[in-house]
């Protein structure tokens, strides 16, 4: 039977599973925690809002989103470019630099967060060392996670479609009586959304799927009913 990967606090290569004891006391007086819906918005791109945030609990996507011209509409696509969970800093660059966010972080279930205000994390950053330097782990980790997802996007969209249904799957999926569901993207648009499609691209591969009884839609939720059937759709190197 498919089992969800569960998230853990703890988990070795998240930026607070790399910080010992004394590292993670001094980063916690600097700190504010609060809990953001799924859905949520955690960073918008190019917003000047300075601060890291470290994920106690729940997952979010990073999605880049396209620059529009001035007078363009509000677009919500873009491009996906990793999953964050239980440990995870984000924020990270822009509290450093002081420039611009460079990604869009989206809640995709409930979470909470510590924030770390920008001038406080670079003064715990230069009173810890051992912080500083998981801090170089973490980023030189992300360089090569940045390939799995642009083999992703290198796939057309019949495939893009099931591989994110499975990573949303082991990442934040919820099993129910009726299959498995996630608390964020509960409709075809907001799952176009997170690959930077179409919604009518999403929809014709959906359907096949749903045909192939591997998914459904219910209640206002994406329902995934052969989790291993969709993972047997996906390129195998």
Known sequence: MWK????????????????????????????????????????????R???????????????????LEPDAPPSESGNLLGFRGDGDIIGELAAISGGPRSATVRA??????????????????????????????VLVERLQE?????????????????????????????????????PYPRRQEELANLLGVSRESVSATWTRLRNEGLVASKRNRLLLLDVEGLRALLPTS
Do not use: C
């Open 4 to 47: 969800a990967t569960l998230p853990n606090v703890t988990r070795s290569n998240s930026y607070w599973g790399k910080l010992g004891e004394r590292e993670r006391e001094a980063l916690r007086k600097y700190a504010v925690r609060d809990i953001l819906p799924a859905g949520d918005k955690i960073i918008r791109q190019r917003s």
């Open 146 to 182: 940045g390939s799995d997802f642009v083999r992703l996007k290198q796939h057309k969209i019949s495939v893009q479609v099931p591989e994110i249904l499975v990573m949303l799957a082991d990442r934040v999926g919820r099993e129910g009586s009726e299959g498995v569901w996630f």
């Open 108 to 137: 995709l279930d409930e979470v909470e967060v510590l924030e770390i205000d920008a001038a406080d994390f670079k003064r715990y950053l230069l009173e810890n060392p051992g912080a500083q330097w998981a801090l170089l782990e």
């Open 49 to 67: 809002s300075h601060s890291a945030l470290i994920l106690l609990r729940g997952w979010a996507a990073v999605i880049s989103e396209p620059e």
